[in-house]
């Protein structure tokens, strides 16, 4: 609270124990006179308030000398008085003393603090509100005067996360703090003691962490926009040359979600042909060879082509791709590729261009409110699927399993990826590729379909291979190889082998990635 709001605040207090002080000296000083028109504590009260408000009635009035002196100094308080007292209200509704009551009065519903005001945030409390309307939205700072109010209720506090949750008393659900921008934990003073607090907290990372403590949680954005770009464009059976221009953040993590989720048949050979420097993706995902073909064309993997030359100079293959991904961190340059391409070149396929600014006529994926909502950020629906798949797997196996609490971020991330792959098992069912989210009748009607068909050994052997080849991906994609017993400090696995070479038991715990539609049939 500002100096200024104190003082406000103290002199109103002494003012308003000089005020009750001098109505119990004119009421004792009337009380006794035979003529006095003031008897009564509520007799005294209301003359000075006609007195202070300088209405004067006359209906009552002082007729002792001590009452006339009392009355003198309302008379020259009563000014005095009425401005402190307009002071202090209008200090309590501009400052923060308004907001903060309106706060303790929405204690039942959910809190969400953003420590900083900025784009992204704003994105994120939109969509929050789009979906709980009487979400109570909390922004750690200051309105900036020139700040445009945005279209949703909120609050601007500043607030500690600390101080917010003591306000909110423990009632309702857990409080969630959201830091929005890029690797902010470390340096947001906001941030500090986060962990000890009842709150669950979602902070932005460029890293590879998922989780610091029980209660922080990571994400990445260009991770969240390469998982909405293959959700919302499928890979479809008829491609089979797919190209990336631009490999830094956003490319790296699209053709990372391509290698872990893009699997829709044993049989599929999808060459990928990626522009930019990958010298150190390379070095880092050093087991890739093992699932795919690594710079030669393939009739029974995918294939993995890094180009060390300028896109420019290969106008056959991008006269032949199925699908054209443009996607530099930086906007600008990619839409000067776009327009090139179209100027210059030859070309097939679509166009897919990340790009946060919108234009008709264009095919572009990235922008804000697609990847900043409250799905995609605390990944809700991911980890509830994930959380189910353990389960099932669990009781699917005879020997001892971790449950999700027990699990560390690798396992985690594995349950993660299987829940990842659904929406194409769901595809892959219902035989629609054009199928991009989770409704009621398409997860129950791909469930019937997946009952129906297991029933053929065939074909409950090609569901378990395909969701093998999946797990395969994972593995190795994080340099886990083949070892005859399970190593988790050497990154061993005796399942990283071909799918004819597992036991029985082993094949059947292929069965879990699939099984979980019918939890989530039953619960949608």
Known sequence: MKRRTRTYLYLTMLLLLLYIGLLGLLYLSEQGDGSATIRTFGDAFWYSLVTLTTVGYGDITPVTPLGHAVGVIFLLLSAGIMMTLFGAVLSFVTSEGLPILMLSLQRQKNWYYFADYGAESNTLAANIHKEDPDAVIIYGEKKD????????????????????????????????????????????????????????????????????????????????????????????????????????????????????????SVKQHVAYHIFGDATEFLAMHSHLHEVFSMGEASETNDSLFFHDAFWENHHELLAKADRIIICPDDEPKGWGIYWRLHKYYRFSGHIDLHSNRKAPGVSYFGANEDIYTPNQIMRTALNKAAVTINEIFRRSVSYPTLSWEELDDFHRESKIAAADHLLMKIRILLNDETITEFTTDTVKRAYQRYCETKTSASTQDMYRRLDHLRWLRFYTFYNWSYGPVRDDNAREHPMLCPYADLTPEQKLERDAAWEILGSIAVKL
């Open 145 to 264: 005067e020139q700040m445009e109010f945005p279209d949703y209720p909120c609050l601007f506090l500043s607030l500690s996360p600390a101080r917010i949750v003591a306000r909110k008393k423990g009632k309702g659900a857990n409080c969630k703090v959201f830091l929005m921008k890029e690797n902010d934990i470390g340096v947001n003073s906001r941030a500090v003691g986060l962990y000890d607090l009842p709150v669950e907290v979602y902070a932005r990372t460029t890293n590879g962490q998922d989780h610091l403590s029980d209660n922080i949680n990571f994400f990445h954005s260009y991770d969240c926009c390469a998982r909405q770009y293959w959700r919302s464009r499928p890979l479809c059976s008829h491609e089979r040359t797919i190209v990336i221009i631009g490999f830094e953040n956003y490319g790296r993590c699209i053709l990372e979600r391509a290698i872990l989720t893009n699997i829709l």
